[in-house]
């Protein structure tokens, strides 16, 4: 049976697609960018986040542990990810909550039922369900799936992507699909493989495949001072997005509010490169997109 790891269900979303949704956040990325404010979702298996400083090296978690996975080491509990099972008793034996489990299987039916409860809210706003992440079109069968109930039931799909996926995956789901809600971070490749590890051919390369199918696109660039927020980069953008049919762009002011996760997954985070943008530079932005005839949002 087909079944999706899901990390997060965040349901009255307003954020993420037209009305009142519920966004479901899929597990598994092939991008690794370092600003990304879900960096739990990355992984495609469980994640263990520790928080040390709400740790008081009681030692529960040791003794519950059948497979010997847990040592204190420097103050800290390290978990040995060989020997885990992940079966989460060592974060439900915490009494202080410094552990954590993330991540979560669903049969497709389980996932359904459950977005269902909000129908009402659906309706009344025009709202309905988004598949985000991670990369949600990674686990593409269960996301062909889910997405066919939805329709069948009436609910309005939104996928966020990150582009970076075979073609094939979106062709599959096109048809399934009311809006795209389509990432586009880093125009320069040499940038794109710097600061993401990976060349951006690709995504571009889709966007405008997608484009050409006349796919309902909404487009949403992440803005950090630091790594994309120069005007030259802000230029070299809006040259490559009028080769595509796209009016709505939502430009996203990059917040640190993610970083104490990457502490918690024992991840380096750089708030040495990455800045809040200001007020005044998003609205600078805004306006240049503006002057090209966009329909700009500050925000998702
Ligand atoms: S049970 Fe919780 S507080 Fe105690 S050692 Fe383990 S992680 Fe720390
Ligand atoms: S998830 Fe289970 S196997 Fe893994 S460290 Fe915790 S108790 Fe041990």
């Not at 487009?219 to 709505?248: C, S």
């Not at 104490?260 to 380096?268: T, V």
Request: glycine share 8%; hydrophobic share 35%; with cysteine.
């Amino acid at each position: 049976m087909i079944k999706v790891q899901i990390f997060n269900i965040q349901k009255f979303s307003i954020h993420d697609g037209p009305g009142i949704r519920t966004t479901v956040f899929l597990k598994g990325c092939p991008l690794n960018c370092m600003w990304c404010h879900n960096p739990e979702s990355i992984n495609k298996n469980i994640d263990i986040l520790y928080d040390k400083e709400k740790c008081t090296l009681c030692g529960e978690c040791i003794k519950k542990c059948k497979r010997g996975a847990l040592k204190i080491i420097d103050e800290a509990v390290i978990t040995d990810l060989s020997k885990c099972m992940f079966c989460g008793e060592c974060a439900f034996y915490c009494i202080n909550n410094a552990r954590e489990l993330v991540g979560k299987e669903y049969t497709i039916d389980e996932l359904i039922q459950e977005v269902k409860k909000d129908m009402s809210f659906y309706e009344e706003s025009g709202g309905g369900v988004t598949l985000s992440g991670g990369e949600p079109l990674l686990q593409i069968e269960a996301v062909l799936k889910i997405l066919k109930k939805l329709k069948n039931i009436g609910i309005h799909t939104a996928i966020d992507t990150s582009g970076y996926i075979p073609f094939e995956n979106m062709l599959k789901i096109i048809d399934y699909t009311d809006v795209f809600l389509y990432d586009l971070k880093i125009i320069g490749d040499d940038k794109h493989k710097k600061y993401i590890g990976v060349s951006n051919a690709l995504i571009l390369d889709n966007l405008k495949k997608l484009s050409n199918l006349d796919a309902n696109i909404n487009l949403r660039m992440p803005i950090i001072e630091g790594i994309n927020a120069d005007l030259e980069d802000i230029t070299k953008a809006i040259e490559f997005i009028k080769q595509v049919k796209i009016k709505d762009i939502n430009i996203l002011p990059y917040h640190d509010i993610a970083k104490h996760k990457y502490k918690k997954l024992g991840r380096n985070y750089r708030e040495d490169i990455m800045k809040v943008p200001t007020d005044k530079k998003m609205q600078i932005i805004k306006n240049m997109f503006e002057k090209e005839g966009y329909n700009v949002k500050i925000g998702g």
